[in-house]
């Protein structure tokens, strides 16, 4: 799977980190726990989701549909962007918390 499929690695990390920053951020808003803790304390519920959606990922193309079909608003750039973006924001929350030494918000 190379990073010009649709569905590659970049895509699939992309939909992880974005799963990961919504979650690490409510969990942090709700709890005041950093995102190490966090993990620490959910590991196998964490990979378990994110081994559910990376190869949920892999369904439709598997089936033969074209990935990069639109849906509305819903299209394989804007996705990508957001990916990319929550891939960034998601190393800079770590980067952030691990230098502070305690949750952001």
Known sequence: MAFSNP???????????????FAAI???????????TQFQGA?????????VIAAASLVPVLKGADP????????HTAEMANGRAAMLGLAALIIIELTKGSALF
């Open 7 to 21: 569905v590659g690695p970049e895509t699939i990390n992309g939909r992880l980190a974005m799963l990961g920053v």
């Open 43 to 51: 590991a196998p519920v964490v990979l378990t989701t994110w081994a």
């Open 68 to 75: 990069t079909t639109a849906f509305g608003p819903l299209t």
């Open 26 to 36: 409510g969990a942090e808003l709700a709890t005041g726990q950093d995102f190490i």
